[in-house]
Nanobody, 123 residues
Framework: QVQLVESGGGLVQAGGSLRLSCAASERTFRSYAVGWFRQAPGKGREFVGAISWSGDKTYYLDPMKGRFTISRDNDKNTVYLQMNSLKPEDTAVYYC????????????????WGQGTQVTVSS
């Protein structure tokens, strides 16, 4: 089992930036792809993007391309989600999850999840 902890959420004005972190205590974390998802109030869970276990491949949902960047530091067992040019519609709880392919974009394809971190973007 892999335990994940997200952090870095908060309140930011539209146009601002935030960097979320997803940290794991297990070394096995570095052998997994990591995906980011979000869930806005009253909406279903939405895929944001993912990164391969090695960090050399990423995949993003189209609305996030160019604004969001996922990276990882396997020495620190941490994956990051850098979010720039934030919009009010980016307001959601953001979750990280581990899976076996960075190209998975459905939540059911991920095995372990963090508890989420709230991101609120004010207009």
């Amino acid at each position: 089992q892999v335990q994940l902890v997200e952090s870095g959420g908060g309140l930011v004005q539209a146009g601002g930036s935030l960097r979320l972190s997803c940290a794991a205590s297990e070394r096995t974390f570095r052998s997994y792809a990591v995906g980011w998802f979000r869930q806005a109030p009253g909406k279903g869970r939405e895929f944001v993007g993912a990164i391969s276990w090695s960090g050399d491949k990423t995949y993003y949902l189209d609305p996030m391309k160019g604004r969001f960047t996922i990276s990882r530091d396997n020495d620190k067992n941490t994956v990051y989600l850098q979010m720039n040019s934030l919009k009010p519609e980016d307001t959601a709880v953001y979750y990280c999850a581990v899976g076996h392919s960075y190209y998975y974009n459905r939540g059911s394809e991920y095995d372990y999840w963090g508890q989420g971190t709230q991101v609120t973007v004010s207009s």
